[in-house]
């Protein structure tokens, strides 16, 4: 079973300063790795995400995450936030040989993006 | 093309009482998702269905029954709603592998008294 911990329940941070989220997961199985974000009153949405090859990936917003196998972590970063990322970010997990697409989410955090 | 759509979007029940969660997708997905959503606890994997025809327990199951009623549908029923499912329930749907994308419906808002 894998579990998934973000160690950071909430972050304020200022508009245009740089912001880093911190995901930490646990499995005995080589794992696919997600960031997914919440907008206010809202479902999720696919943020980005790492099957394989290059460890940095980016999405098209301006975060980026790297993957580091040895620490197993899967830390989201964006270099200067706007308002509009005030949000709630899940990191989540799935094992790489599953059926299916069972996602470990974890507890989440929120990101408030002050001006 | 509305993706995944969820009904009710609010719903207050007593405790003992029953209902249905309905969700549809019109993106031809195979696999489809039923998570609850707590403060502090990121979203839990109620049951799934990886194909039409197959359902499987997820992380938290107790409580809850599914139908896949075809391609497109899946519902969440609460035979008997108690204080302790008071939460927010998402609807999600993919394709068929652990590597693909997840799409989430806008939630349901529940409250059981």
């Known amino acids: 079973a894998q579990s998934v911990t973000q160690l950071d329940s909430q972050v304020p941070v200022f508009e245009e300063a740089p912001v880093e989220l911190r995901c930490n997961y646990s499995?005995?199985?080589?794992?696919?790795l997600f960031w997914y974000v919440q907008y206010p009153n809202q479902g999720l949405q696919l943020l980005l995400k790492?099957?394989?090859?290059?460890?940095l990936v980016k999405s098209i917003n301006g975060f980026e995450a790297e993957f580091n196998k040895s620490q197993t972590s899967f830390h989201l970063r964006k270099p200067s936030v706007h308002i509009s990322d005030t949000a709630e970010y899940f990191c989540?997990?799935?094992?790489?040989?599953?059926?299916?697409?069972?996602?470990?989410f974890g507890g989440g955090t929120r990101v408030l993006v002050k001006p | 093309n509305a993706g995944v759509t969820q009904t009710p979007k609010f719903q207050v029940l007593k405790t003992g009482q029953s209902m249905t969660l309905q969700c549809a997708q019109d993106?031809?997905?195979?696999?489809m998702y039923w998570y609850r959503q707590d403060p502090g606890m990121g979203l839990r994997l109620i049951y799934y269905s990886a194909s039409e025809g197959t359902t499987d327990k997820g992380e938290v199951p107790n409580g809850y029954n599914v139908s896949r009623l075809n391609k497109r549908e899946f519902s969440l029923r609460l035979e008997s709603a108690a204080p302790s499912q008071t939460s927010v329930y998402f609807c999600?749907?993919?394709?068929?592998?652990?590597?693909?994308?997840?799409?989430f419906g806008p939630g349901t808002r529940l409250l059981v008294l």
């Open positions: 999600a749907s993919s394709e068929y592998g652990p590597q693909e994308t997840q799409y």
């Open positions: 993106m031809n997905h195979n696999s």
């Open positions: 989540a997990v799935s094992e790489i040989k599953a059926a299916g697409n069972k996602l470990t």
């Open positions: 499995s005995s199985v080589s794992v696919y």
């Open positions: 790492y099957l394989s090859g290059s460890t």
